[in-house]
Every structure is written in structure tokens, then in C-alpha cells.
């Protein structure tokens, strides 16, 4: 069983930054490997980046390709979205998720959300 908390978001102007945090409980937090996802109003939940377990390998959506950067510590069981030059079009509320497998990203375990907004 794994539980997250995200942590960070909040209100930024257009090209500002913002680190999103995700910290996970579980002693095992570094077999798993994790996620970012985002919502925005009226949207389907949608991927962002994830994050092997080892952090060796990184994947992310073309549209945060450049601009986002997705890191872990498996030391602090906590993983990171460095987001860059936001544009108000990521304005969503950002989700963590962790699974076993990169591959199915998503369908194991969610944290509660924390909200992006982003001015123009």
C-alpha cells in the first residue's frame, strides 16, 4: 500500500515556475515508479511525466516536453515536478501516481490533487 501528498501548487503568473512535491509513504517507495497527472476544468485527466524507480529513465507529454522536469529522492520517498514558463493553459489540478509498473502508470495509486494556476 502506498499513500501520496502532494504539496506546492498555488497561484504564478504566466512564465513563472513552480516545484510540485509528492511524498509517498511505504517503505518500498523505490520499486515504484511514479507520475505526474493533470486535470483541468472540463478536461479528462491527462499525463504529464513519470519517473522510473531508479530515476533513470523520464517521459514526458509534448506539451511539457522542455519546460517540466520530473526528479525523485528515494532517500525522502518524495518525487518533484520542477514546472518552468508555465502558460496558463497548465492550469489544472495536479495529481501523483505510483505504480509498480511505468508502464501502466496510473491505474495503481493516486494522491489527492494540488492546484495549479497559472494568470496570463
Known amino acids: 500500500q502506498v499513500q501520496l501528498v502532494e504539496s506546492g501548487g498555488g497561484l504564478v503568473q504566466a512564465g513563472g515556475s513552480l516545484r510540485l512535491s509528492c511524498a509517498a509513504s511505504?517503505?518500498?517507495?523505490?520499486?515504484?515508479?511514479m507520475g505526474w497527472f493533470r486535470q483541468a476544468p472540463g478536461k479528462e485527466r491527462e499525463f504529464v511525466s513519470a519517473i522510473s524507480w531508479s530515476g533513470g529513465s523520464t517521459y514526458y507529454a509534448d506539451s511539457v516536453k522542455g519546460r517540466f522536469t520530473i526528479s525523485r529522492d528515494n532517500a525522502k520517498n518524495t518525487v518533484y515536478l520542477q514546472m518552468n514558463s508555465l502558460k496558463p493553459e497548465d492550469t489544472a489540478v495536479y495529481y501523483c501516481?505510483?505504480?509498480?509498473?511505468?508502464?501502466?502508470?496510473?491505474?495503481?495509486?493516486w494522491g489527492q490533487g494540488t492546484q495549479v494556476t497559472v494568470s496570463s
Open positions: 501516481a505510483a505504480d509498480p509498473n511505468i508502464a501502466t502508470i496510473g491505474n495503481a495509486y
Open positions: 511505504g517503505r518500498t517507495f523505490s520499486s515504484y515508479a
